[in-house]
């Protein structure tokens, strides 16, 4: 059975960070590309990072130079730190986990920017 399990999320002021944590179980974590989604109010689901079994690493344009995704293939967890925060990125960040055509989503972690 597939499981990934977010947290780390929650409240936080403009301009400050988080570190979201997803784990994982029942896959070949390794070979699997993670990745972070997030959905806001209204708004379609979007791609935040990915990073490949060996590293490589993608971000949208949103949140280069402010997000750092990383994992610990040892750990079968994956992570993304959250740094500047803005109001805008205010939404469901959801793990992902992708291989060839399998895809397994994790429950979501809120993550609240607000003054």
């Known amino acids: 059975q597939v499981q990934l399990v977010e947290s780390g999320g929650g409240l936080v002021r403009p301009g400050g960070s988080l570190r979201l944590s997803c784990a994982a179980s029942?896959?070949?974590?390794?070979?699997?590309?993670m990745g972070w989604f997030r959905q806001a109010p209204g708004k379609q689901r979007e791609l935040v990072a990915t990073?490949?079994?060996?590293?490589?690493?993608n971000y949208a344009d949103s949140v280069k130079g402010r997000f750092t995704i990383s994992r610990d293939n040892a750990k079968n967890t994956v992570y993304l730190q959250l740094n500047s925060l803005k109001p805008e990125d205010t939404a469901v960040y959801y793990c992902d986990a992708h291989w060839i055509t399998l895809h397994y989503w994790g429950q979501g972690t809120q993550v609240t920017v607000s003054s």
């Open positions: 029942g896959i070949s974590f390794s070979d699997y590309t």
């Open positions: 990073s490949t079994g060996s590293g490589n690493t």
